[in-house]
């Protein structure tokens, strides 16, 4: 069996350290004994953004935060997806995550990071949007397993009534809020229609090719 390598490690602020692990061509980050990605499922995140550009009102030249650069599987697919009069806001809080990126997982990236569509901003998605006053067209968050942070307790207050309010306060009117998550959780759906959010729930599979578990990914529209 191929052994498992230990490449770097990462603080987070506020949480646990983040691992860097590779077996073979794959690369894995995890959280203690909690698995957070790897580069062998990538069909859940893919699909948060192809899944928010279909509902982009302005397809022309919108404006997306992404919260989380994790493998970059999100921003390769948005990029895919977009002209070239888009725009893309990356926030990544912990900057070894850029390092790994641009060093061990380069091939993995392709080049994303280094799309003249592409601003990244290394801090707190949360501080971001909250400086944004209808400013994005999308905002896409995948900064923890869920609503129900794991990484860091700091992300909770991103999936709180006063992070909502100021998610929905950064969308453009007709604006997409789309949130990933491992499993449903039907108190954060009633969380967001109270925030005043048209909300449509998906199940999407983990892998590219339709298989794996299923995760959730929440389409919230500001009116």
């Not at 003249?116 to 944004?132: C, N, S, T």
């Amino acid at each position: 069996m191929t052994p498992r390598i230990l490449l770097a490690t990462a603080p987070v602020p506020g949480g646990d350290p983040l691992r860097l692990f590779q077996r073979g061509d794959d690369y894995f980050i995890t959280l203690g004994h909690s698995e957070l990605m790897t580069s062998r499922l990538s069909g859940s995140e893919e699909a948060l953004a192809d899944m928010a550009c279909d509902r982009l009102r302005d397809d022309a030249a919108p404006h997306l935060l992404i919260g989380g650069y994790g493998m970059g599987f999100t921003l390769r697919a948005a990029l895919a997806r977009l002209g070239a009069n888009a725009r893309v806001t990356v926030a990544e809080l912990v900057p070894e995550i850029i390092d790994w990126a641009r060093g061990p997982m380069a091939a993995l990236t392709a080049g994303c990071l280094d799309d003249p569509r592409v601003d990244l901003v290394l801090g707190d998605v949360g501080a971001v949007i909250g400086d944004a006053t209808r400013r994005y067209d999308a905002i896409l968050l995948d900064v923890d397993n869920g609503p129900d942070g794991l990484t860091r307790t700091g992300n909770d207050r991103i999936y709180s009534p006063a992070g909502l309010a100021r998610a929905k306060a950064a969308l453009r009117p007709g604006g997409i809020l789309a949130i990933w998550s491992a499993a449903p959780d039907v108190r954060f759906t009633r969380q967001l229609k109270d925030a005043g959010f048209a909300v449509e729930e998906a199940a999407v599979r983990a892998r590219a090719n339709g298989k794996g578990g299923r995760h959730v990914i929440w389409f919230a529209r500001t009116a």
